[in-house]
């Protein structure tokens, strides 16, 4: 069984559509991050979150511990959001040694104009 | 600042040799991160660098191996490749160590193809 899992594997939307992306895990972590991955491999780390919600333009990443669920917004879809968005777990706390990424499987999202 | 960077861009091994991939983080990080994508497997973690010290190792056989320099550059080096080892191995950079919730920024990738 994966420790993380994403929702929807694909999503297709007409521009100016609100996305939601889930990702659901089972193990507790220090911290969840959402990535993005543009068609030739280059991926930009979108959010880092520990707790609550986090927003930058019109991207809205939260975070319910309790529930170990985690969503990714787009407000006002553009076909420039056209990606793979992926959500990673950060778990392992010992000090004295590094944590790991454990990776969901992506979330293909296509935009059309 | 430069990002990071990864050398090199593309590569074509056969099975049995060996490859050594390099990455130079973003100036003033010290800590690097290995990854690797496969369309089967998705994005796997590898090893990551600390000061010269590797601080954790995903689960791969022993071919696959890293190591740091003092200026904080990265390689890593996979020996006797497999035709399932063709894959885009990215590495991601860091101010400090990752447990401390830094974030990482990744380079572009080396797409390696073993024939």
């Known amino acids: 069984k994966n420790e993380v899992e994403q929702s929807p594997q694909n999503l297709t939307a007409q521009e100016g559509e609100f996305i939601t992306i889930n990702c659901s895990y089972s193990v507790g972590i220090s911290a969840l991050h959402w990535l993005q991955q543009h068609p030739g491999g280059g991926i930009v780390s979108l959010f880092m979150?520990?707790?609550g919600k986090k927003k930058h333009g019109r991207l809205i990443a939260t975070i319910n511990i309790q529930e170990k669920h985690s969503s990714l917004h787009i407000t006002a879809s553009h076909p420039r959001d056209s990606a793979v968005y992926i959500c990673?777990?950060?778990?392992?706390?010992?000090?004295?040694?590094?944590?790991?990424?454990?990776f969901g499987e992506g979330t293909q999202l296509t935009v059309n104009p | 600042k430069a990002g990071v960077t990864q050398t090199p861009r593309y590569l074509i091994k056969t099975r049995g040799q060996q490859v050594t991939l390099s990455c130079s983080p973003i100036?003033?990080?010290?800590?690097v991160s290995w990854y690797q994508q496969t369309p089967g497997q998705g994005l796997q973690f590898l090893f990551e660098?600390?000061?010269?010290?590797?601080?954790n190792k995903g689960n791969f056989p022993g071919r696959f191996s890293g190591r740091q320099f003092s200026n904080s550059r990265s390689e890593m080096n996979v020996s006797t490749l497999e035709l399932g080892d063709s894959a885009l191995y990215l590495c991601?950079?860091?101010?400090?160590?990752?447990?401390?919730?830094?974030?990482?920024?990744f380079g572009p990738g080396t797409r390696l193809l073993v024939l």
């Open positions: 991601a950079s860091s101010f400090g160590v990752t447990y401390f919730q830094e974030t990482q920024y």
């Open positions: 100036s003033g990080h010290r800590s």
């Open positions: 990673a777990v950060r778990w392992g706390v010992v000090e004295t040694s590094g944590s790991r990424l454990t």
């Open positions: 660098y600390f000061s010269e010290t590797q601080r």
């Open positions: 979150l520990s707790s």
